[in-house]
């Protein structure tokens, strides 16, 4: 089985240690199908050296994803996996994320980018490992996946539709040291955030997520998420809470409910 190694480049100067939500959803498609591990490189000291001890250490040419922001992320993004690449010509390196999704055919130019996930990429990702994992990669078949062609052209599917949060598997917190996660805010002395729902139903003219989502904003129940706040209390005795949806309040009544289900929580 060849292993998945999930990486999230550091995201700011400081390092500042945001958990990495975004692959603790697409992890949480793979659960109990394949081997994945997720790598931070906000809280690694030298992300490179790790990764090529992990890729080393693999029996087979492993398949590396990035996320990839524009900003600090992709300017890291760039050069370590350009290393990599050379280093271990062999594995296989997806990129997605906000800039690949965007700019899908600028990183299919690159030498190191062999896919590109675009858009919300939880089925879209376990749908291109099974593909390739297979041997037999019927990349057209599958929204959301770009690619070069016969010709060596980057090519891409038609996008993928949003998934429903609320019909995805839970986040599986044991993936990632959460501890290392948890810092002081002005709401708590033990924050951790969370993304309970995708998209917004507005078009503003200065938004990135207008192009990702189109108007379509799709939620975790209340339920669901109260359950996550629970849990963050429970074992890490959080005591507030930072949503990093984009735009939390979209549905007044779900609002009301969840807080009212944390209310015991104190």
């Avoid at 955030?193 to 192009?211: L, M």
Wanted: with cysteine; charged share 20%; net charge neutral.
């Amino acid at each position: 089985m060849k292993k998945i190694i999930l990486y999230n480049p550091q995201s700011s100067a400081t390092k500042k240690p945001i958990m990495p939500l975004s692959l603790l959803a697409v992890g949480a498609v793979l659960e109990e199908k394949y081997d994945y591990q997720i790598i931070d490189g906000n809280l690694e000291v030298d992300a490179l050296a790790r990764l090529d001890a992990v890729i080393s250490e693999c029996e087979s040419p492993p398949i590396v994803a990035v996320t990839v922001m524009p900003g600090p992320q992709l300017q890291q993004a760039v050069s370590l996996c350009r290393e990599l690449k050379r280093r271990h010509p062999h594995m296989t390196m997806i990129w997605g994320g906000y800039f690949p999704t965007q700019h899908w055919d600028s990183c299919l130019r690159s030498d190191f980018v062999d896919y590109v996930v675009r858009g919300h990429g939880e089925v879209v990702f376990r749908q291109l490992l099974d593909a390739i994992t297979t041997g037999q990669p019927q990349l057209k078949a599958i929204a959301g996946v770009a690619y070069r062609d016969e010709t060596g052209e980057p090519a891409s599917t038609m996008e993928a539709p949003i998934p429903n949060p609320a019909q995805l598997p839970m986040m599986n917190f044991d993936r990632v040291p959460v501890e290392r996660y948890v810092r002081p805010t002005f709401m708590g002395t033990r924050t951790l955030g969370y993304h309970s729902s995708y998209g917004c139903p507005f078009f503003c003219n200065f938004c990135a997520v207008v192009n990702m989502v189109n108007g379509r904003w799709l939620p975790q129940t209340a339920a669901q998420v109260a359950g996550v706040v629970e849990t963050y209390h429970r074992r890490w005795g959080v005591n507030a809470v930072e949503f990093f949806d984009n735009n939390f309040f979209t549905h007044h009544q779900r609002v009301a409910e969840f807080s009212e289900r944390i209310m015991p929580l104190g």
